[in-house]
């Protein structure tokens, strides 16, 4: 069983909404896990896999990266819209910024602002910031009283994924990082990684696939730990159930991966 509830977390210089799910019992300080989210902000699913990783034994935090004025701009509905004009966007143009800000120019008024918000999410300056409210995230769940400061783990999906990426080079004391379907790190910030790396992504998700091997290949010559898998067939997003991508069997594998890559790296339970 666990206990769930909104509260609110310091970011890098703001306050950030966020859910927090703690295991009933046995009593005692746990490992800790930072759930980070997708585009749609720490919805239903998240919250959901919150409270799986609470009751697997975590205390678990899952903090909106988007409070403020992004929260109102990317709802489901917006982002929606947004990714409906992408799919019709030529290959790679969020990876370019200046053709992005050209594409969001050229859409209906109604679209722009999802846009520009989608765009400015995937900007690395804005990520680089979002890495640093991570930090601020993860040095006040280590605070937390049920939490083993020593055994902190992150995960995220989709942007959350990137993000999640983004923390291991940032944070020296995380000790374990899953990426779900999300994209690598500057290949420069790798040699700052200092935890274990786990990646989890869709065969058919080439745009973010196609550039795993890039990112095995600096972590390898980096000396650091990044292990991971490819599921045949499976699209983006196959990890979440409340979407049409969702692909059960890979859903079920890749959950079981995650158990087992933090039991090796954070332990479980009340004890390391």
Avoid at 163 to 173: F, K, Y
Avoid at 226 to 240: D, E, I, L, Q, T
């Amino acid at each position: 069983m666990a206990e769930a509830r909104k509260v609110t977390v310091p970011g890098e210089g703001r306050d950030l909404e966020a859910w927090l799910a703690v295991p009933k019992e046995p009593a005692g300080r746990r490992p800790a896990v930072i759930v980070i989210h997708e585009i749609f902000g720490p919805d239903a699913h998240i919250q959901d896999v919150t409270g799986r990783f609470a009751r697997e034994g975590y205390v678990a935090l899952a903090p909106n990266l988007f409070t403020g004025e992004l929260q109102s701009i990317l709802s489901p509905e917006n982002v929606a819209l947004g990714m409906k004009a992408l799919a019709e966007a030529p290959a790679g143009l969020r990876r370019d910024p200046s053709k992005f800000a050209d594409f969001t120019a050229s859409q209906p008024p109604a679209r722009r602002p999802v846009l520009g918000a989608l765009g400015k999410v995937s900007s690395p300056p804005v990520q680089a910031g979002f890495a640093k409210d991570l930090l601020a995230v993860a040095r006040h769940l280590r605070a937390h009283p049920r939490v083993d400061p020593r055994r902190t783990g992150s995960v995220g999906f989709c942007f959350g994924g990137a993000m999640s990426a983004r923390l291991a080079t940032v944070d020296p004391d995380l000790r374990a990082a899953v990426i779900f379907y999300g994209q690598s790190p500057p290949l420069e910030s790798v040699p700052q990684v200092r935890a274990p790396v786990l990646g989890l992504y869709g065969e058919e998700d080439t745009g973010i696939t196609g550039q795993v091997p890039l990112f095995a290949e600096a972590m390898k010559k980096a000396g650091k730990s990044f292990r991971y898998h490819v599921y045949p067939g499976a699209r983006h997003a196959f990890f979440n159930d409340a979407r049409p991508m969702y692909q059960p069997e890979a859903a079920r594998d890749a959950w079981q991966r995650v158990l087992e890559f933090y039991r090796e790296n954070l332990g479980n339970g009340a004890h390391p």
